[in-house]
């Protein structure tokens, strides 16, 4: 069984401030993770992946996260928070286990304040 | 580059109604899965297909039906529709016969039911 856990709902940052969004997971393989953005009425967006090569990965629009199996996170991270960063992110997990369904976290929203 | 195409993207049907949902996924593409979010809640896999055939089923209702076509394309039969069917249902894709766990998500279809 895979799971994910977001550990906050809501973070709110000023612009030009670091971001750090958290994320526990859960399963019973070696996982895939990754982290998908959703801006307002749109749909999900890839921002980056970790499939067992290296554990820090860096992705789209700056942002980074680092895979660290003796905690079991993924947080995601960025050194310094845009406007246009302000949406919806997915902590989300997949293991050969589960077929490779995709089990996604409650979602964080980020509000970036100018 | 070619993305997932969703159609419709917005639709508005009434109670006990049908809905079909359709998806055309990256072209290469051997894998389509099905989600669908609710109000305020994340994605929720449904049912996802592989070269046509049934890979996993999630937590689809009976009253929906999915099946892939030879062009890949796949679309999602809703019948029955009932008020809490109103999501917006996401297709994804991906390259599952090359060991790819990355899922490529369309823009969402909007199903509002009356």
């Known amino acids: 069984a895979q799971s994910v856990t977001q550990l906050d709902s809501h973070v709110s940052v000023s612009e030009g401030t670091p971001v750090l969004l958290r994320c526990n997971y859960s399963s019973s393989y070696s996982p895939s993770l990754f982290w998908y953005v959703q801006h307002p009425n749109k749909g999900l967006q890839l921002l980056l992946k970790y499939t067992s090569a290296a554990t820090l990965v860096k992705g789209i629009n700056g942002f980074e996260a680092e895979f660290k199996k003796s905690e079991t996170s993924f947080h995601l991270t960025k050194p310094s928070a845009h406007m246009s960063d302000a949406a919806e992110y997915f902590c989300v997990v997949s293991d050969r286990g589960a077929g490779n369904m995709l089990t996604f976290g409650g979602g964080t929203r980020l509000m970036v304040k100018p | 580059a070619a993305g997932v195409i969703q159609s419709p993207r917005h639709l508005i049907k009434e109670k006990r109604e049908t809905a079909t949902l359709k998806c055309y996924p990256i072209?290469?593409?051997?894998?389509v899965y099905w989600y669908q979010q609710g109000p305020g809640q994340d994605p929720q896999f449904l049912i996802s297909?592989?070269?046509?055939?049934?890979?996993d089923k999630g937590s689809i209702p009976d009253r929906f039906s999915a099946q892939q076509f030879s062009d890949y394309h796949s679309e999602l039969n809703m019948s029955s529709l009932e008020l809490g069917d109103s999501a917006l249902y996401f297709c994804a894709s991906s390259i599952r016969g090359q060991g790819r766990y990355e899922q490529y998500f369309g823009p969402g279809t909007r199903l509002t039911v009356t």
């Open positions: 297909f592989y070269e046509k055939m049934q890979s």
């Open positions: 072209p290469r593409h051997d894998t």
